[in-house]
């Protein structure tokens, strides 16, 4: 396996090629072949020192610094859960206009709604700001002190960096994909009891079709109580090593640092209450939940601590994400069979970017968005389905806990699970201004997180020296 410093070195030599070579060699004499001629250019050289030298550094003591413990269960959640408020609310007060009115109504300073046509613009003035307090916090004061430098770097990583990625990050079915990634491996298999269901009675006389029934549903109870007392057996069988990787990770020093904050996941919880759609039958539930996550919160934010370590934080997770990321600008490489070219991503020359149709083919867009319903209906257990969702006061249950093994399972609950599911997914992510205006809230939060010098009022400018 590569060394950090090697992926490292790979990543700023791809973002230099990405971002610099691509609109610097038209500038030069120098034919877009001639790659070590153009990386020995001064400019290009300078560049790369800035990057490998100066500003990577400068991200890794930030990163560092971060307690991720906390901006992953409290301040992200936070921000997840006031945007999915934010979006109930308006659509409460107007079911046919909700969009536009959470976009004129949003606090952000970076966001332009345009009422002629109903569309979110990103003002790039909010992010040159920022872009400029980041590089004061990363640059030595002589490279930040010269104008045409900062421009430079201010300019490429606004337009050919954050515009780009907003552009394509909000895009809904791209978001599909990635969850629908994440799904198929755990996408439960069907039984093979609803893949073949009993077949039809041949016409017989009335008792033996009722002897028949009998039977059956005699068959099917032994089924169930024989699957029931093998899972038993199998959880009970795994119980000593799950006990044991348990009191092993308790027993260990966290891996990070950890707050002693009872109400550490209740932020969690209050996402989880959102995403279903705030029902009330489940108000109770939560607050017993939240009363559970008080009393073992030192158990639960040891064993968050280390989840957080092993997937994010541990050598091997950082190489694995440098791969990734390397991986992903190659891939975008307009000079590689099937590379994006990145005038084909960003917001060209306008300095602006507006969330208007995506590049994806209609019908994919349909198919990805049934594909995630249908995946997502598939993890949601009937049980629990029962449980979230709220039929209306006055309204019979939804189903008798008799009928909740598979094999009964009508047409009519899968039904209901694909609509709740597809009604959660339009107030949530399947609005590409929307998802625009929260990844410029994660922005604000990951930049505020990584420098909180952002946060200090500048000083007062000098006086005028007399006359």
Known sequence: MASDDVLVQQLVQQCIKQFILSWYSPLTELSAGKQQQQQQQPFIRHIHHILGSQLVPQLTLACNAIDFLHLLTVQLPVILTRHLQRIQHCHALAPDYHQQLFLQSHPHPAIRHELADQRLVISPTYLRLLVEAILKAVLPDSDYRSEPERYILREIILNLVLLSLIEKLSQPELIHSILLAQLRPSVPIVPAAEQNPIPEIPSVQQEETEQYHHVTTIRSSIDQLSSFFHTLLLCLLRLPAFLGALIHHITLPAPIPIPNNPRQFEPILD????LL????????????????????????????????????????????????????????????????PVDDIGAGGSGETAAGPSGWPADRKEESGAQLEEALSACIPTPVFSLIYDPGPGSPPLLDPSSLQPPHIPPSILHLKTSFVRHRLQLTLNSAPANQALILDILDLLAISLFPSLLRSPPPPSPLPPH
């Open 271 to 274: 996402l989880v209450h959102t």
């Open 277 to 340: 759609g705030n029902p009330p039958h489940l108000v109770h539930i939560f607050w017993l939940l939240k009363i559970a996550a008080r009393l073992f919160h030192g158990l639960l934010t040891k064993i968050v601590a280390h989840v957080i370590y092993d997937h994010l934080l541990s050598p091997a997770a950082v190489t694995s994400h440098l791969l990734q990321l390397t991986s992903v600008l190659s891939a975008l490489d307009p000079s590689k069979e099937g590379g994006v």
